[in-house]
T-cell receptor, first 113, second 116 residues
Framework: NAGVTQTPKFRVLKTGQSMTLLCAQD?????MYWYRQDPGMGLRLIHY???????AKGEVPDGYNVSRLKKQNFLLGLESAAPSQTSVYFC????????????FGPGTRLTVL | AQKVTQAQTEISVVEKEDVTLDCVYE???????LFWYKQPPSGELVFLIR??????QNEISGRYSWNFQKSTSSFNFTITASQVVDSAVYFC?????????????FGKGTKLSVKP
C-alpha cells in the first residue's frame, strides 16, 4: 500500500496563477482533509470531506476550493494564487469516526512569488 | 471552542537526557481524543499515540511515555534517555467527538533538538 500520496512535492507559482494539488489514498478511507502548515502555526484545516461527493470548509478555507469526485482522491485548487498561500500543504485520510488516527501524506511545498 | 497549547517552542537537550513536552488542551466536550504526532526533519507527520477522554491511564511505549491528567487538562509526553534520532517537531492535537468530522486541532508544536 502506498498510503497517502501527494502530487506535486514542490511547486513555485507566480501571483495570480492557478494550480491543483492532488491527494490520493489507497486505504479506502471515508474521510479526507487538507491542512496547511506555516512556520510557528502548527497545522490548520483548510477543507475536508466525509465521503465521495461531499466537501466542507475548515478553519482557513478562503482562496481554496476542493473536490472529491472519487473516494480515493481529494483535490485542492488555488484559483488565483497569492503570496499568503505560500505554505506546506498536507493531505490526510482517516476511517470514519473522529476517534481515528489520520494518516498524512508527505506534503507539498508551495511558493507563490 | 477547542484549543491546544504547547508552550515550549523549542527545547534542546543532550543525548541521554530525559525530556518532557507539555500539552494543555481546552474543550467543553466530555468525549474527545488526544494525539501526538512527530514531524522529523524530512517533513512527514508520524502518528505516535491516541488517547480518549475516558482513559486516564498513563501509557509507556519503549522510551516514550504519556501522562494524561484531566484535572489539569494536560497530555504530556516524556522521552527517556533521548537520542539524536528523536530530534523533530512534536505536535499535540485534539479531536472532539462529533466536531467537524474528526478535524484535528493542532498545537503549534515543540521543536526538540537532541545533541550528541
Amino acid at each position: 500500500n502506498a498510503g497517502v500520496t501527494q502530487t506535486p512535492k514542490f511547486r513555485v507559482l507566480k501571483t495570480g496563477q492557478s494550480m491543483t494539488l492532488l491527494c490520493a489514498q489507497d486505504m479506502n478511507h471515508e474521510y479526507m482533509y487538507w491542512y496547511r502548515q506555516d512556520p510557528g502555526m502548527g497545522l490548520r484545516l483548510i477543507h475536508y470531506s466525509v465521503g465521495e461527493g461531499t466537501t466542507a470548509k475548515g478553519e482557513v478555507p478562503d482562496g481554496y476550493n476542493v473536490s472529491r469526485l472519487k473516494k480515493q482522491n481529494f483535490l485542492l485548487g488555488l484559483e488565483s494564487a497569492a503570496p499568503s498561500q505560500t505554505s506546506v500543504y498536507f493531505c490526510a485520510s482517516a476511517r470514519e469516526g473522529s476517534y481515528n488516527e489520520q494518516f498524512f501524506g508527505p506534503g507539498t511545498r508551495l511558493t507563490v512569488l | 471552542a477547542q484549543k491546544v497549547t504547547q508552550a515550549q517552542t523549542e527545547i534542546s537537550v543532550v543525548e541521554k537526557e530525559d525530556v518532557t513536552l507539555d500539552c494543555v488542551y481546552e474543550t467543553r466536550d466530555t468525549t474527545y481524543y488526544l494525539f501526538w504526532y512527530k514531524q522529523p526533519p524530512s517533513g512527514e507527520l508520524v502518528f505516535l499515540i491516541r488517547r480518549n477522554s475516558f482513559d486516564e491511564q498513563n501509557e509507556i511505549s519503549g522510551r516514550y511515555s504519556w501522562n494524561f491528567q484531566k484535572s489539569t487538562s494536560s497530555f504530556n509526553f516524556t522521552i527517556t534517555a533521548s537520542q539524536v534520532v528523536d530530534s523533530a517537531v512534536y505536535f499535540c492535537a485534539l479531536s472532539v467527538w462529533g466536531g467537524s468530522q474528526g478535524n484535528l486541532i493542532f498545537g503549534k508544536g515543540t521543536k526538540l533538538s537532541v545533541k550528541p
